[in-house]
């Protein structure tokens, strides 16, 4: 068995879905508060023959793969002013609480927020923010502009309409990407944000942590990286083809 052309064979299907998350990546980097995925590899053992020699030494049949991982990078991206009253951004650790579809609660760093034709204050893809008390509805007859605080207070000429439900977790590692920028719960339970360690930026949006320029990077080494890997295989193909026509030609 050559261990050397399944390896490299392992590292093209593991380069062709790095290339389809720094693809997602791109895609992404121009929604407010994405969060990026980064990637890396690692190196696993594997048995070279299973069932029958299981419990036989197999201390010189261990061979190590190349395995593809992923996750979700939660460093804070930069906050840009925007001049309007209903962008916020979340400045340290934390999530926004938006209504999803089926009543699911689902949570966002994206704060590129608009009142609908009822008021309720909305994602851009319309859906509805969540304060501790609900949606958040403003008055859509009164010239008065929202005023939102640092610690979330929503208010419309001096009335209180909420407060942001800004979330956290105690481990972010964990959450379910349902989206470019949405994320579950999945079985961990969202805590009340730390007021110490964050607060909220009316007129304010966060970027995405990545830039189209560190993804091209990125490409370009997943290229490279192919195509290392490519050849290994065209090698080691040769080199079996070599062998085989030697032992052809022993009589």
Do not use: C, W
């Amino acid at each position: 068995m050559n261990v050397s052309l399944y390896q490299a064979a392992s590292a093209l299907e593991a380069n062709l879905m790095r290339q389809q998350t720094i693809s997602e990546n791109l895609a992404a980097s121009s929604v407010p508060g994405f969060k990026r995925r980064d990637m890396s590899f690692n190196a696993v053992s594997a048995g070279m023959f299973p069932g029958a020699l299981d419990e036989a030494n197999k201390t010189q049949l261990q061979y190590l793969m190349p395995s593809y991982h992923q996750s979700t990078n939660f460093s804070q991206g930069t906050l840009m002013p925007t001049g309007s009253n209903t962008d916020v951004a979340i400045d340290g650790p934390g999530f926004f609480a938006v209504q999803g579809a089926n009543g699911q609660t689902m949570y966002t760093r994206d704060g590129s927020f608009r009142t609908n034709s009822e008021g309720v204050l909305s994602t851009a893809d319309g859906r509805p923010l969540l304060g501790i008390n609900g949606p958040i509805t403003a008055n859509t007859q009164s010239a008065d502009p929202i005023s939102i605080s640092d610690n979330g207070d929503v208010s419309q000429g001096g009335l209180a309409l909420g407060k942001l439900q800004v979330v956290s977790f105690s481990n972010p590692d964990q959450l379910q990407r349902l989206s470019a920028g949405y994320f579950g719960a999945g079985s961990q339970a969202p805590q009340a944000a730390d007021p110490n360690a964050t607060s909220v930026r009316q007129g304010f949006l966060e970027g995405a942590n990545t830039t189209p320029m560190h993804e091209m990077s990125q490409l370009m080494q997943t290229l490279r990286h192919f195509e290392a890997n490519q050849k290994m295989m065209t090698v080691q193909d040769e080199r079996l083809g070599k062998i085989i026509q030697e032992l052809s030609n022993t009589n």
